[in-house]
């Protein structure tokens, strides 16, 4: 290979080399933190906008993979037969265990599993201080399949959700 060809072309190489590895490692920033990681979605510059169904049986498909998503809230049906702004959306997840469900308003969340059954968080807290977006976060343990997520009823017109796997396997990002 030519000297010149070769000074010109290893510091660019090294350059794309450095930057594959980064995109590679994508969201393993904080591993040691799995909520940290799920504030940094929920952070992130743009997302994905949904409006959600008014029902069960037009609720919208919601990703579950690192992306936060845009909701837009509308005149929905609660179990009461009341009604309200909020919605209907399905998730399907691909691997069961621990989920982190992020949102923006304080406003009723819930989750039923593949059978219908109606999924008691683990725990509900406070978003912590380093994501100030979110207002709450709910944990669950989802089996693997489709389940219904319902938001509301609520004031708002809208809020912006993450749900997000709190175990990683080093190779899904």
């Given at each position: 290979m030519n000297w010149n060809l070769r000074k010109t072309l290893m510091p660019w190489l090294g350059s794309a080399l450095t930057a594959v590895?980064?995109?590679?490692?994508?969201?393993?920033?904080?591993?040691?933190?799995p909520l940290a990681e799920a504030c940094g979605h929920?952070?992130?510059?743009?997302?994905?906008?949904?409006?959600?169904?008014?029902?069960?049986?037009?609720?919208?498909?919601?990703?579950?993979?690192?992306?936060?998503?845009?909701?837009?809230?509308v005149e929905a049906e609660f179990d009461s037969g009341s009604k309200g702004l909020g919605g209907h959306g399905a998730v399907a997840?691909?691997?069961a265990g621990d989920w982190a469900v992020l949102i923006s308003e304080d406003t009723p969340v819930e989750v039923r599993?593949?059978?219908?059954?109606?999924?008691?968080?683990?725990?509900?807290?406070?978003?912590?201080?380093?994501?100030?977006?979110?207002?709450?976060?709910?944990?669950?343990?989802l089996?693997?399949?489709?389940?219904?997520?319902?938001?509301?009823?609520?004031?708002?017109?809208?809020?912006?959700?993450?749900?997000?796997?709190?175990?990683h396997d080093e190779d899904a990002h």
């Open positions: 590895t980064l995109l590679a490692a994508g969201c393993a920033d904080d591993h040691g933190d929920f952070t992130a510059q743009g997302g994905v906008a949904r409006t959600l169904g008014a029902d069960a049986t037009s609720a919208v498909d919601l990703p579950a993979a690192h992306e936060r998503i845009d909701l837009t809230f997840i691909d691997a599993g593949p059978n219908g059954a109606v999924l008691a968080p683990e725990s509900t807290q406070t978003a912590p201080a380093a994501c100030p977006a979110a207002v709450k976060v709910l944990t669950f343990e089996a693997v399949g489709k389940h219904a997520v319902r938001i509301g009823p609520s004031t708002a017109s809208g809020a912006k959700l993450l749900i997000e796997r709190l175990e």
